[in-house]
């Protein structure tokens, strides 16, 4: 498989919701960076928007637990998801994807975000993957101009 495919065959095990095949296109050391207190993190009550601010390392999420949120957490905290993807570009090991995901949160609110992925890829595997996104709109539309809270409980990696 190509790094292009590997990818695109990573967002169809997210779509299923396949803990074991998203798994298997993890390398077991595999990285996801994402914005450290982000509306999604804060939700689920995996961090605090105090850990907001420059890249510290404060929401890297290691194997488990991205097959914890992929595969049991994102379909949980967004429904009625529709995701229109925008561009995937490969050159050698790297991808990047970008797409715009609408959702429903757990407390009513409309979600509309667009999203760009990193992915590095070796062996057939994803190694790193960095996430950016709007972090701000984001958080606007899980909590408006109320205090963060958690919505739903995430998953612990390790179930």
């Known amino acids: 498989m190509t790094a292009k495919e590997t990818v695109q065959a990573l967002y169809a095990a997210y ?13 077991p050391d595999v990285v996801w960076v994402a914005p450290a207190g982000n509306a ?15 890249p510290r390392s404060l929401n890297d999420l290691d194997r ?6 992929m ?14 993807p925008r561009s995937m570009v490969g050159e050698g090991n ?3 994807a970008e797409h715009r995901m609408s959702a429903t949160l757990p407390n009513g609110r409309p979600y509309v975000n667009d ?3 990193a992915y590095e890829v070796a062996d057939g595997r994803v190694t790193a993957i960095r996430e950016y996104m709007d972090t701000r709109g984001g ?14 409980t995430g998953t612990p990696p390790d179930s």
């Open 15 to 27: 779509a299923a919701g396949d803990p074991d095949r998203i798994a298997a296109l993890l390398d």
């Open 40 to 54: 999604t993190q804060v939700a689920l009550g995996l961090g605090s928007a105090d850990d907001a601010g420059p």
């Open 71 to 84: 595969a049991y957490d994102y379909p949980r905290f967004f429904a009625n998801v529709a995701f229109e």
């Open 64 to 69: 488990d637990a991205i097959v914890a949120f």
């Open 115 to 117: 999203y760009c992925f």
């Open 139 to 152: 958080w606007l539309q899980v909590f408006g101009d109320d205090s963060p809270k958690v919505l739903l």
């Open 94 to 96: 790297v991808v990047l």
